[in-house]
């Protein structure tokens, strides 16, 4: 069981601006978990709320970066708001998981942990960008820059996730079976949502897909097309 | 005396939720109108919005019918039988009144539309990733995942709904043999009077080959068990 938060007198250091909220969420994850119960969390959640789009907005641009164009803004774009529009979409069913095994969050306190988990995957990506950035710019293969977006993508989630779940063991919650749930179907809707904003990488005339289609028959589609053109390259 | 607080107070909604059923237990002993009200608006709020995600797939107005159908049945089905569930709690050991019994089974249902409602933007998500409901929609893996997703979505809210309140009716009535007497009761005759209700209410996800409506035309020709009686006596026929 890990000790009440506030018990260690750093935790009740206050974060006041989005670079300590950073450094607190890589550094000290109890402190931004103490100062979200806290009466003044508003200002913590909106510099985490800056740092997630302004963290989401450089990634964007590395993978956008691949194709030029279009993909310069609008990559980004489709990054930033398909996060948020995710964290929209769970947000309720977190919140019911969190009630019924009886976890005492405030729905403000609920939405500040979201947004950790946002900020610290955000804020890893950008650890990734370089490597991402230097593929982007070696490499014409879809599929393997799509793979690499995707690791990149699970470690950071991964880490984001280790975070929500230190900040729901200090819910009092009677079951974590709620949350690892809802895990499943946080990372199956951001999946989704990165088919449904598609192309994030390659190019297109339109800004969204007119053809609606599930993660895993895009994946597929894709995975064909690069054997397509690979045999057509060795034929020539 | 205090005004006992409604349940748009978060921390109340939160109780409602987890099932402190103590807690539960006194808001039935203490009928308050506010209350009732609050559980009302939830049910409203959490079946439409639940409703207006499983119309949507087929068509805006659609949406707006079945938004306005599923909290209707979850109401209708309450109202329907309170006097029933009323009368059969006292005959099967569980001394309530008529408000007590219809608070808690308000109450099970305002959960179970809560969890319905918290679940509507990820199935207004997988609408919108669908493609259009065309002709042979009923053969696509698409028309599968969402309807199996919709089964999920119910039984889940279902489950948790009766769920809390089995542990309310222990709580009332201080036996798990009562509580599961008067719970398998009350569950047969909602069961009974929702499922023609829902027959009634149909269409809700919604056919291509049929016009969006809000009523189907013989809508209270026919009722569910006459069509399931239907089946099983085509079944046995066929197998002749």
Known sequence: MPPPLGDDPADREPVLNPITAVEAILRQPRRVMYQLRQPGAGRLISSMLFVTVACSLVYGVIVGSFSGGLQWWAAPVKISVGLLICALICLPSLYIFGCLSGAQVRVREMVGMVLGLLMLMTILLIGFAPVAWLFSQSTEQIVWMGVLHLLFFAVATGFGLRFLDAAFSHAQARSAVGLRTWVIIFVLVMLQMSTALRPLLGRSDDFLPTKKRFFLNHWGECIKDAERADRNRVND | ?240
């Open chain 2, 1 to 240: 005396m205090t005004a006992q607080p409604a349940i748009s107070n978060p921390r109340e909604f939160r109780t409602l939720l987890s099932g402190e059923a103590a807690t539960l237990a006194d808001w039935t002993g203490h009928f308050d109108w506010r209350r009732i009200g609050a559980h009302v608006a939830v049910i409203t709020m959490g079946a439409g919005l639940y409703g207006a995600a499983m119309g949507w797939w087929r068509d805006p107005l659609q949406a707006l019918f079945v938004g306005i159908k599923l909290p209707l049945i979850l109401l209708l089905t309450a109202l329907g039988n309170a006097l029933l569930n009323a009368m059969l709690a006292p005959l099967l050991g569980l001394n309530v009144t008529f408000r007590q019994s219809l608070a808690a089974v308000l109450m099970s249902f305002a959960i179970v539309a809560a969890i319905l409602g918290a679940f509507s933007p990820l199935l207004a998500f997988a609408v919108w990733n669908a493609p259009p409901m065309m002709s042979d929609v009923k053969s696509t893996p698409v028309y599968g995942f969402i309807k199996l997703s919709h089964v999920v979505v119910i039984a889940f809210a279902g489950i948790v709904g009766n769920a809390r309140l089995f542990q309310l009716l222990v709580q009332l009535g201080r036996s798990h043999t009562v509580a599961r007497r008067v719970l398998v009761a009350w569950l047969a005759a909602n069961l009974f009077f929702g499922s023609q209700l829902t027959w009634i209410c149909r269409p809700l996800i919604g056919s291509p080959h049929l016009s969006v409506q809000f009523f189907r035309e013989g809508a209270f020709k026919s009722n569910f068990f006459e069509d399931v009686s239907h089946t099983v006596t085509r079944f046995f026929d066929d197998w002749d």
